[in-house]
């Protein structure tokens, strides 16, 4: 090889290693710009997230946190109270019986007690499931609580306040967990906050994850989360529930774990209407992943992290509602759009559908702080405004150029922003050559 081509050879390669350096470097940036990016907006969420309460498990003088070393292996330890005797709560009192915990159902209604306990099964929630024979059940709220390390709570949102207000005379230590995924009417509460609002003191969590009842009693694989502040707490709920048919995970996430229980149903009423207008795959999978990027702007809005709806209460729950005919807000979705009014729907269904008060909380709730959620709102304008679907399905495919993930890409969602990217863009078609050209 001659002296001028080794040296030209070695001038690419120089070449070559400085800009694989230089494009490893823009990487670098890049990847540390978007790090600092989500490491800011989850500080945010913290910060805007109510102050956490550093719960000292000892305060809380139950045999939950005395048993602790011995749960996970023996959740025969444990003395579990079940409210509300639908057919979430049953699912889960029957899959704490069928552990070995000594568990009580209580149902509000004395003559479903006499039933469930002949019959051992909920005739009016869940038809031809047995439930195990271990399983007790009470009409008596008190005797229902009485000496439990655990009140779990299955009453319908609207209920949940009042059900707090009934037992709180006798709290003696029994820790709360919420299984309740909406948010109370006016006051856009969500349980936790009543929880706190109502029994400041007690230990609580919320759980909450795509655990549709009747494939549970079906005994079909699932998996919940448990969000509690309180370990002991958690893994006590993680020792009464879990199976081989039933997973529970842990999180520290309570807002967020708890709005992605709630938000998701307004999704699923979207897409029980879709499916209504026979939409496609590619449709579909647009308005879950639109829904979830609402889900988690409102939630780093409220105070939840973010990378909490990638997991089961967010992207899981979405997932197992919003295609599911077992899902009532599905079902109310798919009823509406087949044409029938709301109050028709409500009333064929006869069960929770807890996304017909959401989509209304969430619209007041987004218009007042101004969070862009153009689903709710599209939503809520044909349920409440009588809108026709079509015309707002078409308004929504207008909204303008956005990012798709923003935690990666921010972007300005106010109208003057998008008004003026409209108008650009407007501009831009008919300045450009090819537009005058096609004209001609
Ligand atoms: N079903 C599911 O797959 C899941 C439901 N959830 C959530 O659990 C909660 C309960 O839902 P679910 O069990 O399905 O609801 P259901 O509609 O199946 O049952 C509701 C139950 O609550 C009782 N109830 C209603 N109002 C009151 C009240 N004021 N005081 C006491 N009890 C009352 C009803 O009693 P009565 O029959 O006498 O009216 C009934 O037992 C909802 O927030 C839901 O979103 C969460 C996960 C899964
Ligand atoms: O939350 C649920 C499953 O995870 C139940 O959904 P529905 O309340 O829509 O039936």
């Given at each position: 090889m001659t002296n001028a081509k080794k040296t030209n050879k070695d001038a690419a390669k120089k070449a070559d290693a400085s800009a694989e350096a230089k494009s490893k470097a823009a990487a670098k940036s890049s990847a540390d710009k978007q790090n600092g990016l989500l490491a800011g907006i989850i500080g945010r969420a913290a910060k805007t997230a109510?102050?956490?309460?550093?719960?000292?498990?000892?305060?809380?003088?139950?045999d939950v946190v005395k048993n602790m070393p011995q749960l996970p292996k023996d959740p025969t330890k444990l003395r579990l109270a079940v409210l509300g005797g639908g057919s979430f709560g049953t699912a889960m009192a029957n899959l704490a019986a069928k552990n070995g915990c000594d568990t009580t159902l209580w149902v509000r209604n004395k003559r479903t007690v006499k039933s469930m306990a002949k019959?051992?099964?909920?005739?009016?929630?869940?038809?031809?499931h047995k439930l195990d024979e271990r399983l007790h059940y009470s009409h008596d709220l008190a005797a229902a609580i009485k000496d439990k390390d655990i009140i779990f709570l299955a009453v319908p949102s609207m209920a949940f306040r009042q059900t707090l207000k009934n037992i709180k005379p006798f709290i003696t230590g029994q820790a709360l967990v919420s299984l309740t995924k909406g948010m109370e009417k006016d006051t856009f509460a969500l349980m936790s906050d009543i929880i706190r609002e109502e029994l400041p003191e007690v230990n609580f969590g919320v759980m909450s994850g795509p655990n549709l009842a009747v494939e549970i009693m079906q005994n079909m694989p699932s998996a919940t989360v448990i969000a509690s502040d309180s370990e002991p707490l958690r893994h006590a709920v993680q020792a009464a529930l879990h199976s081989a048919f039933f997973r529970v995970f842990a999180s520290d996430d309570i807002r967020g774990v708890e709005l992605g229980g709630a938000l998701k149903n307004i999704y699923a009423i979207a897409m029980g209407m879709a499916a209504a207008y026979d939409v496609g795959e590619n449709t579909k999978a647009m308005l879950l992943t639109r829904a979830l990027a609402e889900m988690s702007r409102f939630g780093v809005e409220t105070g939840?992290?973010?990378?909490?709806?990638?997991g089961l209460s967010g992207v899981g729950d979405l997932y197992a509602t919003c295609g599911s005919e077992l899902s009532r807000n599905y079902r109310i979705g798919n009823m509406l759009g087949r044409g029938m009014s709301i109050d028709a729907a409500v009333k064929k269904l006869g069960?929770?559908?807890e996304g017909v008060n959401t989509i209304q909380q969430v619209h007041e709730k987004a218009s007042k702080d101004g969070i862009y959620m153009p689903i709710t709102h599209a939503l809520y304008a044909v349920i409440y405004e009588d809108k026709a679907a079509l015309g707002v399905a078409l308004n929504l495919m207008e909204a303008g150029f956005r990012s798709d993930v923003e935690f990666v890409m921010p972007h300005d969602h106010s109208n003057a922003a998008l008004r003026a990217q409209m108008q650009a863009a407007q501009a831009e078609r008919t300045d450009s050559p090819t537009s005058s050209k096609a004209s001609k």
């Open positions: 109510r102050p956490r309460r550093k719960l000292d498990p000892s305060a809380v003088a139950v019959l051992h099964m909920n005739k009016k929630y869940l038809p031809g939840a992290n973010p990378l909490t709806f990638l069960q929770t559908a």
